[in-house]
């Protein structure tokens, strides 16, 4: 057992790649992806337990909030957490705080990769794409400063009940919004994005993808298609992709990745 431990959700990579920065500097340290169910849910010989994840719909996304539920940490395991969002930072916080009691907790801002939604520039405050990557790296830097030295925050993550509400609402349209979900004529049948689905929803059939209605509208398949040839509706097609430059398709598919 590696002496500390990150469980990571990433959608776009921008959060693996803040995951893999922090271990970088910790040392000594297992990253486990929470894209499905985590390959490690036992964490109770671990001396810290990070949790690095996006913000969705104004909580957080996918299964967490379940799988979270199952992991097993040390009573005296140093616990913190930092999200990435867009314009506001939602309850993801406050929900992992409710769950596992967190020791330290911090946040960023990011460029939205919710395209079918909005532009990936929409970002409070606005910056360009390589300043938001030097912000990342960062606020990376800092909190694994952080965790390294066992800081406490000050406060408890802000519950923001509202946005509880906005996160059940939001999971509910994943289902609907996959029928938007269509392919054209650049499409190569690589089938990246049927790997880089974490629930198995994207299938190909003579070398086109097709999609059921299992989405957690993470959008791996439309950030990491090598031709953007996948769309949700007709407005992301005008609309940039913005994957992490750090993190390839191949990284999301992994189940643990261990740093030294």
Known sequence: MSENIIYCYSGSGHCLDMAKSIAERLGDTDI????????????????????????????????????????????????????????????????????VGLDYWNKISNHSTCIWLMPHGLCVPPTTKENAQGRLDRKAMEVAAAAKAMKHSEK????????????KLFSQMHPRRVKKFWVNDDCIGCGTCARVCPRGNITLKDKRPTFST???????????????????????????????????????????????
């Open 32 to 99: 486990v992806l929470m894209r499905s169910f985590p390959e490690k849910t036992d964490a109770t010989e671990a001396k810290r337990v990070g949790f690095v994840f996006p913000c969705y719909g104004g909580g957080l996304p996918g299964h967490v909030e379940e799988y979270l539920k199952v992991i097993k940490i040390a009573p005296d395991a140093y616990k913190f957490a930092v999200e990435q969002y867009a314009g506001y930072m939602g309850c993801g916080l406050h929900k992992i705080d409710e769950i």
């Open 156 to 167: 408890k993550p802000p519950e923001k009940a509202l946005f509880a509400l906005e996160d």
């Open 214 to 260: 299992d989405c957690i509208g993470c959008l791996s398949c439309v950030q990491f298609c090598p031709k953007q040839a996948i769309n949700v509706g007709k407005i992301t097609e005008k609309r940039e992709r913005f994957p992490n430059p750090h993190v390839k398709a191949a990284d999301l598919t992994k189940k643990v990745i261990h740093i030294d």
